[in-house]
């Protein structure tokens, strides 16, 4: 259990360090042609100087060797953006094969592959001990290069530049790659917030849309067809009754009045620069159902209201969508069912409101070729706000019935 015990750090350690803290930066084909170019100059570079200045010093050693380590340590630089922890390993291994007083036909690459490392490697665990290796390795090369009698100084000329330069190059790439990552992550995140305000933002102005209108179609239908309608009754009776077509276009007046200030309660809401010094009207709920009402018999057609149950202020949303509900049955009541009688039924409910609207059936009026079918859909919207449904339909024994419940939120 002990051992068990002691073993499992070092087994999460071994663990994280396989895992990648970092993204592999993605290839670019400018970045690919630039590692190539630079692998061939420190290639080619590197065989001109193995039978130029290096050739006293060379030839001590196996041509064909020299050759095969200044490959292994350039050509892998092709790579060093994809799989910089890998070339390093490389390159450090043949940094490590290279004869002592040559080492500097590998310890360019070898500058160039730590670099890559601490700058690309997603494994910042394996990088940063990889770079600490190089550090040493690079310093124990340096202090072991003999002075050569033939005039040519070492690759480091003392054991302290290794050090000089591979530290503050260590410290420096990992500098550029923590700044990189943070940038990349800041990109990532704005880029994000940015797409998540945009998507809101249509939404809002989406929903928004669909507010508006369906307050525009359930102010302005029910009033001109009520309109209509008593329009086309005075048309009909203006010669043989001409004061009832007189009442009957002081009602079309009044209906045009009334929706002219619900229109501008509507277009105030949406105009207002100051909603505090602007004033508005409170948007109608059940306390005005009798005006409604009262609008809808002056078209000649009956309607009874029945409200049942303990009458209780309810919220303004609720009591706008009740009203709303019982506005459009009674439009379509006017629009298809001309001649009949209706009934709206209004029950307070210990923990929902249903509302019903129901007429007895009767002939098709003029003003039903207005309609588009948006009221009954707009209600199942503003219903569905509030987690009410709605139940609409042909009645068995004729007429149209329009049934709302809407559930509250207190008993």
Same mark, same amino acid.
């Given at each position: 259990?002990?051992?068990?015990?002691?073993?499992?750090?070092?087994?999460?350690?071994?663990?994280?360090?396989?895992?990648?803290?970092?993204?592999?930066?993605?290839?670019? !084909?400018?970045? @690919?042609?630039?590692?190539?170019?630079?692998?061939?100059?420190?290639?080619?570079?590197?065989?001109?100087?193995?039978?130029?200045?290096?050739?006293?010093?060379?030839? $001590?050693?196996?041509?064909?060797?020299?050759?095969?380590?200044?490959?292994?340590?350039?050509?892998?630089?092709?790579?060093?953006?994809?799989?910089?922890?890998?070339?390093?390993?490389? /390159?450090?291994?043949?940094?490590?094969?290279?004869?002592?007083?040559?080492?500097?036909?590998?310890?360019?690459?070898?500058?160039?592959?730590?670099?890559?490392?601490?700058?690309?490697?997603?494994?910042?665990?394996?990088?940063?001990?990889?770079?600490?290796?190089?550090?040493?390795?690079?310093?124990?090369?340096?202090?072991?290069?003999?002075?050569?009698?033939?005039?040519?100084?070492?690759?480091?000329?003392?054991?302290?530049?290794?050090?000089?330069?591979?530290?503050?190059?260590?410290?420096?790439?990992?500098?550029?790659?923590?700044?990189? /990552?943070?940038?990349?992550?800041?990109?990532?995140?704005?880029?994000?917030?940015?797409?998540?305000?945009?998507?809101?933002?249509?939404?809002?102005?989406?929903? &928004?849309?669909?507010?508006?209108?369906?307050?525009?179609?359930?102010?302005?239908?029910?009033?001109?067809?009520?309109? !209509?309608?008593?329009?086309?009754?005075?048309?009909?009776?203006?010669?043989?009754?001409?004061?009832?077509?007189?009442?009957?276009?002081?009602?079309?007046?009044?209906?045009?009045?009334?929706?002219?200030? &619900?229109? @501008?309660?509507?277009?105030?809401?949406?105009?207002?620069?100051?909603?505090? &010094?602007?004033?508005? *009207?409170?948007?109608?709920?059940?306390?005005? %159902?009798?005006? %409604?009402?009262?609008?809808?018999?002056?078209?000649?057609?009956?309607?009874?209201?029945?409200?049942?149950?303990?009458? @209780?202020?309810?919220?303004?949303? /609720? =009591?706008?969508?009740?009203? $709303?509900?019982?506005? *459009?049955?009674?439009?379509?009541?006017?629009?298809?069912?001309?001649?009949?009688?209706? /009934?709206?039924?209004?029950?307070?409910?210990?923990? =929902? %409101? @249903?509302?019903?609207?129901?007429?007895?059936?009767?002939?098709?009026?003029?003003?039903?070729?207005?309609?588009?079918?948006?009221?009954?859909?707009?209600?199942?919207?503003?219903?569905?706000?509030?987690?009410?449904?709605?139940?609409?339909?042909?009645?068995?024994?004729?007429?149209?019935?329009?049934?709302?419940?809407?559930?509250? &939120?207190?008993?």
């Amino acid at each position: 259990m002990t051992t068990t015990r002691v073993g499992e750090p070092l087994r999460e350690r071994l663990r994280a360090l396989a895992e990648p803290s970092g993204a592999v930066p993605a290839p670019t !084909v400018r970045g @690919r042609l630039f590692d190539a170019a630079l692998a061939l100059i420190l290639l080619i570079s590197s065989l001109d100087y193995t039978t130029g200045d290096l050739d006293d010093q060379a030839h $001590r050693h196996s041509m064909v060797g020299l050759v095969c380590l200044v490959f292994l340590a350039s050509v892998p630089l092709v790579w060093r953006r994809r799989y910089p922890l890998a070339v390093l390993w490389i /390159v450090l291994v043949a940094n490590a094969l290279t004869p002592g007083d040559v080492t500097r036909l590998t310890f360019y690459a070898c500058v160039i592959a730590a670099y890559s490392a601490a700058a690309y490697s997603p494994y910042r665990p394996a990088a940063t001990a990889t770079l600490a290796l190089a550090v040493l390795l690079t310093f124990v090369i340096g202090k072991s290069v003999p002075h050569t009698p033939f005039g040519v100084d070492p690759t480091v000329p003392t054991q302290y530049v290794p050090l000089m330069i591979s530290a503050p190059l260590v410290v420096a790439t990992v500098g550029l790659r923590s700044w990189k /990552v943070r940038a990349a992550e800041s990109r990532v995140r704005l880029a994000e917030v940015e797409r998540r305000q945009a998507e809101a933002l249509r939404s809002a102005v989406e929903h &928004e849309r669909a507010r508006i209108a369906r307050e525009l179609h359930d102010v302005v239908t029910h009033n001109v067809s009520v309109m !209509v309608i008593q329009a086309g009754a005075a048309r009909k009776i203006m010669d043989s009754s001409p004061e009832q077509a007189r009442e009957a276009l002081l009602a079309v007046e009044a209906g045009g009045r009334t929706a002219m200030g &619900e229109l @501008r309660q509507v277009m105030g809401l949406l105009t207002m620069e100051d909603p505090e &010094e602007t004033e508005l *009207e409170p948007q109608p709920g059940l306390e005005r %159902l009798g005006p %409604l009402i009262d609008r809808t018999r002056g078209t000649g057609t009956p309607v009874e209201l029945s409200v049942s149950g303990t009458v @209780r202020p309810l919220p303004g949303g /609720v =009591e706008l969508t009740a009203y $709303r509900v019982v506005q *459009e049955a009674l439009t379509n009541t006017l629009k298809h069912a001309a001649g009949s009688r209706a /009934v709206v039924r209004v029950d307070y409910g210990q923990d =929902e %409101l @249903r509302v019903e609207v129901t007429d007895s059936g009767g002939s098709t009026a003029p003003a039903a070729a207005t309609g588009n079918g948006r009221g009954l859909i707009g209600l199942r919207e503003r219903l569905a706000v509030h987690g009410g449904a709605l139940d609409n339909g042909p009645r068995p024994l004729g007429g149209y019935r329009v049934r709302a419940l809407i559930p509250l &939120e207190y008993t």
